[in-house]
């Protein structure tokens, strides 16, 4: 019969005798120093947690799960670990280091700096200094950003945020305040995002709650954005910000519905006055503002301020560069006013948002408006008006042509026998065109005619000879030399 194999279980005294509570958790906690050293946190907070089990009174344990869950960015759960070591072992000087970390990334300065301070007494001066150079830029930050947002420096207010969330980022209060800004300078849109992330960490966090209001109210959601500030004041009454946006809200709207309802019932001064009290509620409600400098400039419009009309429209622009009523409105304020390349850029900028048939007809006809401007104006030089009748025409060329002929003037100073060939011979473009049907037309749509900077290519003297020989008028002597006629006036 085969003699037993001898298995060398290589086992020591400490093997054979049962492992203590203290020496377990001992092992726990160093399995769990070596996962955190891999940046296993989620590994090294099991095994620090089962260490914690097993010795609930070691401070140690507590400091190392505080820091398992720093990595973690679970900074409330940190802190309480941390305040729980020192309560364990009041001498525990990272315990404070570490309190002052969290305090740090939960924008607790208060907390944070009596934290520095109690390890600079148990560590020495040096101790937590970086902890202490964090909260200095941390106070400047804040106190830069107080300043910014009482002189109404809303950009400014969103970069020294965006700074202080660098040391702090799970402060939901500097979140906010650069929420609340954004909504101040009309992107709502990020503002909502960050009000909703409050709110699914606390749905009664009553300054996520304002913040949402508030850029309903900027959106022109009254109802919703009333329903969200009564909401806060009925969790905090004492909320003056959600009050003073309640009843700002509630007045403007009461303003600008009183200034449309005057504005159907034909009383436009009236209106007028009522969208100017409105413009004064809130200048920064960049929406509503917008739609208010729109009705005003339709109301300018109905009383013939037509400048001040464009002038509104200018304004709404300036909060809503896509406001296409604006846009189309004040195009035609400028065409009124003669301002017709201002008003090419207008439909030129209304056709890039809305390519319609219409919109380019629109722009068409302006461009003809200007080229039309930037001629001679013939019915200003003859003196009448664009109905004039061929007659009308006829006996208005024949008086300004006699006026302005360079033989009345042969006396007089160069400068104004200059001046008045000159007017002689825009006297004769005039009629030259003006006198034939086809080049009238032509004419009056803003269609080139000979292509030259005029339009015409008229000798003036032709149209002089022309027009008086045969007509009754008596001249004297040679009819024609040069440029000068000889003729006795009538």
């Known amino acids: 019969m085969a003699e037993p194999e001898v298995v ?47 010795c609930p009174e070691n401070a140690s344990y507590y400091g190392n799960r505080s ?12 802190l309480e670990d941390a305040q729980k070591s020192i309560a364990l072992d009041p001498t525990f000087t990272k315990g404070y280091i570490r309190i002052a970390k969290c305090c740090i990334a939960l924008g607790d300065l208060t907390g944070g700096e009596q934290a520095v301070k109690k390890a600079a007494e148990l560590g020495g001066a040096d101790c937590a200094s970086n902890e202490k150079r964090a909260l200095e830029s941390l106070r400047k930050l804040h106190d830069d950003a ?78 919703q954005a009333f329903k969200h500030f009564q909401q806060v004041l009925r969790l905090a009454p004492d909320h003056k910000k959600a009050f003073e946006a309640y009843k700002r ?65 200018t304004a709404a622009l300036e909060l809503d560069e896509n406001y296409v009523k604006a846009i189309l ?15 090419v850029k207008d439909y030129e900028r209304l056709y890039k948002i809305d390519k319609s048939k219409i919109n380019k007809q629109l722009l068409t006809e302006a461009k003809i408006a200007l080229k039309k401007s930037k001629r001679k104006d013939y019915y200003k030089i003859l003196g009448v008006e664009k109905s004039a009748s061929e007659d009308e025409i006829k006996k208005a060329y024949r008086k300004r042509a006699l006026v302005h002929h360079p033989d009345r003037h042969a006396s007089a100073s160069d400068s104004d026998r200059r001046e008045q060939e000159k007017r002689f011979k825009e006297v004769g473009e005039a009629y030259g065109v003006l006198s034939d049907p086809k080049k009238r037309a032509r004419y009056d749509h803003g269609q080139d005619l000979d292509g030259d900077s005029s339009g015409v290519d008229i000798d003036p003297n032709v149209v002089f000879q022309s027009f008086f020989r045969g007509s009754g008028f008596d001249f004297q002597g040679t009819p024609y030399t040069g440029n000068v006629f000889n003729f006795q006036f009538g």
């Open 67 to 78: 820091a398992c869950y720093m990595m973690l960015g679970m900074y409330k759960k940190a």
């Open 329 to 343: 409105r004040r195009a035609k304020c400028y065409t009124e006013l003669g301002e017709f390349e201002e008003a």
């Open 146 to 223: 107080q300043k910014a947002l009482e002189s109404g420096d809303y950009r400014r207010v969103v970069f020294c945020i965006d700074r202080c969330l660098e040391y702090s980022p799970s402060c939901s209060k500097a979140k906010l305040m650069k929420a609340e800004c954004l909504a101040l300078l009309g992107r709502s849109g990020e503002a909502q995002e960050i009000a909703n992330d409050a709110l699914r960490s606390d749905s009664f966090d009553t300054d996520a709650i304002y913040v949402r209001g508030l850029c309903l109210y900027f959106e022109d959601k009254d109802d």
């Open 249 to 313: 809200a509630k007045l403007l709207k009461q303003k600008k519905e009183e200034g449309n309802e005057a504005f159907k019932m034909g009383r436009w001064q009236q209106a007028l006055n009522l969208y100017n009290e409105a413009l004064k509620i809130d200048k920064t409600n960049r929406k509503v503002n917008a739609k208010l400098y729109f009705n005003k400039a339709t109301v300018c419009a109905k009383l013939n301020q037509t400048q001040e009309a464009a002038n509104a429209c």
């Open 8 to 54: 060398d279980l290589d086992l020591t005294i400490d093997d054979l005798v049962p492992k203590s509570p203290e020496r377990i958790a001992e092992e726990k906690k160093e399995s769990g120093n070596h996962l955190y050293k891999f940046k296993n946190y989620t590994g090294a907070l099991a095994m620090y947690e089962e260490a914690i089990k097993l």
